[in-house]
């Protein structure tokens, strides 16, 4: 309800900045695991940590915040400061809330006994509704928490674009995304990569509810599956060794001379003869 009351804030009353939203997702998150305390402590470390906002970045945004009433915070010394999280919603907003959550219960409830008069009919929204059971009251802060166990909380870049799909998308559509992502094993640092993807994707298609998304990725795991069955493996390349493979013979050798050979050793022969006299006169 506090969540649905800030969005309300920004979208009627005041536009806030994605450092001024981040933090104050980041004190709302805190605020939770401290128990819903009015006071609780977080060190400057811890919001950057989380809200992926600097020092100076913090104490600027914190500031804005406590002019708009959204938050408040007392300084410790050198201990971790105080803050508080303003209530956005009153009793009678509250009460409203509850009063439109209770008519809607009795109105989908009085549409399922009329149109469930055939015993067939029935036993089909039997099945669909123990289908949709487990998907049914996911919330804004359902998804944050989703988001943080998965990836550690929205920092300042993350947070402005899950707030725009939240506007676009309901809650449990952002949600299975989310899931699909964690079941793909996506890590932190491309998660918001991958979350585009899958937003954008389904967006372009005109899917805006559960059931479409559900089906979406069912369609999509099938057909991945279906071409990597398809895909032939490539032939390994077969070489033979060098002793089989073709290559040309060399002539042998008969230890005869060609005819040019033979007249030039002859040659050589006659001019070695004619030399030996000559040599055997200078002697004598």
Same mark, same amino acid.
């Given at each position: 309800?506090?969540?649905?009351?800030?969005?309300?804030?920004?979208?009627?009353?005041?536009?806030?900045?994605?450092?001024?939203?981040?933090?104050?997702?980041?004190?709302?998150?805190?605020?939770?695991?401290?128990?819903?305390?009015?006071?609780?402590?977080?060190?400057?470390?811890?919001?950057?940590?989380?809200?992926?906002?600097?020092?100076?970045?913090? /104490?600027?945004?914190?500031? /804005?915040?406590?002019?708009?009433?959204?938050?408040?915070?007392?300084?410790?010394?050198?201990?971790?400061?105080?803050?508080?999280?303003?209530?956005?919603?009153?009793?009678?907003?509250?009460?409203?809330?509850?009063?439109?959550?209770?008519?809607?219960?009795?109105?989908?409830?009085?549409?399922?006994?009329?149109?469930?008069?055939?015993?067939?009919?029935?036993?089909?929204?039997?099945?669909?509704?123990?289908?949709?059971?487990?998907?049914?009251?996911?919330?804004?802060?359902?998804?944050?928490?989703?988001?943080?166990?998965?990836?550690?909380?929205?920092?300042?870049?993350?947070?402005?674009?899950?707030?725009?799909?939240?506007?676009?998308?309901?809650?449990? /559509?952002?949600?299975?995304?989310?899931?699909?992502?964690?079941?793909?094993?996506?890590?932190?640092?491309?998660?918001?990569?991958?979350?585009?993807? /899958?937003?954008?994707?389904?967006?372009?298609?005109?899917?805006?509810?559960?059931?479409?998304?559900?089906?979406?990725?069912?369609?999509?795991?099938?057909?991945?599956?279906?071409?990597?069955?398809?895909?032939?493996?490539?032939?390994?390349?077969?070489?033979?060794?060098?002793?089989?493979?073709?290559?040309?013979?060399?002539?042998?050798?008969?230890?005869?001379?060609?005819?040019?050979?033979?007249?030039?050793?002859?040659?050589?022969?006659?001019?070695?003869?004619?030399?030996?006299?000559?040599?055997?006169?200078?002697?004598?």
């Amino acid at each position: 309800m506090q969540i649905r009351a800030f969005d309300d804030y920004r979208l009627y009353k005041q536009k806030l900045s994605a450092g001024q939203v981040s933090l104050w997702y980041t004190l709302m998150s805190i605020n939770n695991k401290a128990g819903w305390s009015t006071w609780f402590t977080a060190a400057n470390a811890t919001l950057e940590s989380l809200s992926g906002l600097s020092r100076s970045g913090i /104490v600027k945004n914190r500031n /804005v915040l406590k002019q708009l009433n959204l938050i408040d915070f007392s300084s410790n010394g050198r201990k971790a400061t105080s803050y508080r999280v303003c209530v956005l919603y009153t009793s009678d907003s509250a009460q409203g809330s509850i009063q439109r959550s209770v008519q809607d219960s009795t109105q989908r409830s009085t549409q399922t006994s009329v149109q469930g008069s055939s015993a067939l009919i029935k036993q089909n929204e039997t099945k669909q509704n123990e289908t949709d059971d487990d998907d049914a009251g996911i919330t804004r802060a359902n998804v944050i928490d989703k988001w943080t166990e998965l990836w550690g909380f929205p920092n300042a870049i993350a947070m402005p674009e899950i707030n725009e799909w939240l506007d676009a998308l309901p809650a449990d /559509v952002v949600d299975f995304a989310i899931t699909i992502a964690g079941e793909h094993q996506v890590k932190a640092a491309g998660s918001l990569k991958y979350m585009r993807a /899958v937003i954008e994707g389904w967006q372009k298609r005109d899917i805006s509810t559960l059931d479409q998304a559900k089906k979406a990725a069912e369609d999509h795991d099938r057909r991945m599956k279906s071409e990597h069955s398809g895909r032939k493996p490539t032939p390994a390349k077969e070489t033979l060794p060098t002793w089989a493979q073709d290559t040309p013979e060399k002539p042998v050798s008969d230890g005869k001379l060609s005819p040019e050979q033979q007249a030039a050793l002859d040659a050589r022969i006659k001019k070695f003869k004619a030399r030996r006299p000559e040599k055997e006169g200078a002697e004598a």
